[in-house]
């Protein structure tokens, strides 16, 4: 994941579980609106805990970019 869209993907997870839990204590607890409200927060934890692993397991990630000389080759020594 390139990481613009990891920042992208951790505004949008932050942005859904706080509008997720800003109904919740204006809402009866045996009601509807609060186990929607309850499923939205567990669903964008989810998401932002995915979010914030894949970014996490990247950057530990070998770059891919290969050495100058091969680590086994001494001094002077050609190819």
Do not use: C, H, N, Y
């Not at 994941?1 to 839990?21: D, H, K, Y």
Request: charge should be negative; proline fraction near 10%.
């Amino acid at each position: 994941m390139a990481p613009i869209v990891g920042r992208i993907a951790f505004t949008i997870g932050v942005f859904l579980v706080i509008l997720s839990l800003i109904p919740l204590p204006f809402l009866p607890v045996g009601s509807a609106e609060f186990v929607v409200s309850v499923i939205a927060f567990v669903l964008s934890s989810i998401f932002l805990a995915l979010v914030i692993w894949d970014v996490r397991r990247q950057v530990r990630l070998p770059s891919g970019k290969p050495e100058a000389k091969p680590p086994d080759m001494e001094e002077g020594e050609e190819d």
